[in-house]
């Protein structure tokens, strides 16, 4: 479970006694070493499905791994916006010998405040729903549906929610308890719920806010999920 160079279980746990962006600072320099960053390989299954677009917007990008794929293939503007200054450093970094059409703009900013109207015709958010619930879910996928133009295509990676007889569904229950009884007592809260990524929490919320969902099935995905969801 833990990478050499990747965050010891001390760490983690400062991390959790953090608030969301104070502890996604402290894992900064190891985060790319971590169980919990969005894999290369899972990014670049989802790159045929991008197309040729033109505007692409990475919406928590944290260090990088989505506007790695999204610099290559957008020919007039890339931006990466997260809240965490030590993962934008870290991206920052890591793309530096990335082929590219156009410089990055990346930006610290709460994403839930993001003003973009009309921007891009792509979108991306990789490994960071479980950041947002209840009310900001929905604010931040509204955010993200004023930012594209009209045929504009926002792209997530998901799963489906674990069968209640499963291992997985304990532990993802037992995570998300145990974060909601330390948010309960400490605080500045600390916000990450695993439970709330299945792909039915998500695609009713995408189409509450005026989304087309469609739903693909990489086979190099494993078992996870593409879900588009389309301004029409």
Not at 156 to 182: H, M, N, Q, Y
Request: glycine share 8%; proline share 5%.
């Amino acid at each position: 479970m833990f990478h050499p160079s990747g965050p010891t279980f001390f760490e983690l746990a400062e991390q959790a006694l953090s608030s969301t962006r104070e502890g996604n600072d402290l894992l900064s320099p190891k985060y790319d070493f971590s169980t919990y960053r969005t894999p290369d390989q899972l990014v670049a299954a989802i790159a045929p499905y991008f197309g040729e677009p033109k505007r692409g917007l990475d919406v928590c990008c944290g260090t990088g791994a989505g506007l790695r794929e999204l610099l290559p293939r957008c020919s007039e503007r890339v931006v990466g916006i997260d809240c965490s200054a030590g993962r934008l450093d870290q991206a920052r970094e890591s793309l530096a010998e990335v082929e590219r059409q156009v410089e990055p703009e990346i930006l610290q900013a709460d994403v839930l405040d993001m003003e973009f109207e009309d921007e891009f015709d792509l979108a991306l958010c990789l490994g960071a729903l479980g950041h947002f619930v209840g009310d900001d879910l929905e604010l931040l996928f509204s955010r993200i549906f004023r930012a594209l133009q009209l045929g504009g295509e926002l792209m997530l990676i998901t799963g489906e929610r674990p069968k209640l007889w499963l291992l997985e569904f304990w532990l993802s229950w037992g995570f998300d308890a145990a974060i909601w009884v330390r948010n309960q007592i400490w605080q500045p809260p600390f916000v990450m719920y695993y439970l709330s990524l299945s792909r039915d929490s998500v695609q009713s919320v995408l189409e509450r806010v005026g989304f087309e969902v469609r739903i693909e099935k990489p086979k190099a995905l494993g078992g996870f999920l593409l879900v588009v969801a389309k301004i029409t």
